[in-house]
């Protein structure tokens, strides 16, 4: 399986908020991130590199311990709330601060509904609901 590379936009949700409520001020702007990222269906959760979590201005919520692809393990800052955007449809996740690229794991694709196409390295929309995301709740 080749590498799977998709257009991402990351926003700050505090600072949109802060933005609808007025209560950002006029001369300031909705920080955001616009790139490409790769798809890691081996990682849970998401990771953006410190240049881009400054670049958003994303606030620090705590540390976890992350394993890495090369077996060591490290503890690294969560930062969020960040609004994820990929094709079209939009959701709420923390982050995991480490690494040079942004990854999207399995939490952002699964709340977005996404399947991964490994044959045609691509994301498609879970064909049982192809026009919204529809999270499964029991």
Known sequence: MGE???PVLLTNIVDQINASTRR???TEIVR???GDAIVDTGAVYSVV???VADILGAQVLGQRRAQ???GR???VNVVGPLQFEINGRTTLEEAL???KKVVIGLTVLGKMDWFVDCTNRKLVANPAHPDEPILMVR
């Open 4 to 6: 799977i590379r998709i």
């Open 24 to 26: 950002l001020p006029a």
């Open 32 to 34: 955001t991130y616009a």
């Open 49 to 51: 590199p410190q240049h």
């Open 68 to 70: 890495c692809t090369d």
């Open 73 to 75: 393990s490290e503890v």
């Open 97 to 99: 601060v480490t690494g």
